[in-house]
């Protein structure tokens, strides 16, 4: 009998296109399904209209960067009910220790540091499996 992997719904919030292309090409070989949004604020508006796993949220991007979109996510959470705690995973370039903590400040689950290497997204994604 074979182990059957677990299939999960991601939202990738990236505005850069080409760590967009590395970040698919990473999930959809892991075989989980995928939304993108190339800035907070249209990450927001996915995840008020879809269900979700898990979210990998870049940190700068225009318009709403990573932080104020996983705390308008959180207030969301808190207010509607809107199901269980999503995990939110910050992408970043910024690895300095008052970097993560501003993350985990603003209701963040974990943080992986760019650019980073399949198997270390591999990684983060099956903490939350």
Known sequence: MTEEKQTIKI???????????FA????RKLGHELDIASNGRIG????????FDLILMDIQMP????????????????????????????????????DKRNCMDAGMDDFIAKPYKPFELEQKINQFL
């Open 24 to 27: 698919i090409a990473v999930i």
């Open 63 to 98: 318009e709403m960067n990573g932080i104020e979109a996983t705390q308008a996510i959180r207030k969301l959470e808190a207010e509607n009910g809107k199901g269980a705690h999503i995990p939110i995973i910050a992408v970043t370039a910024f690895a300095m220790e008052q």
């Open 44 to 51: 927001v508006d996915l995840y008020k209209s879809k269900s």
């Open 11 to 21: 939202l990738l919030v990236e505005d850069n296109e080409l760590n967009q292309k």
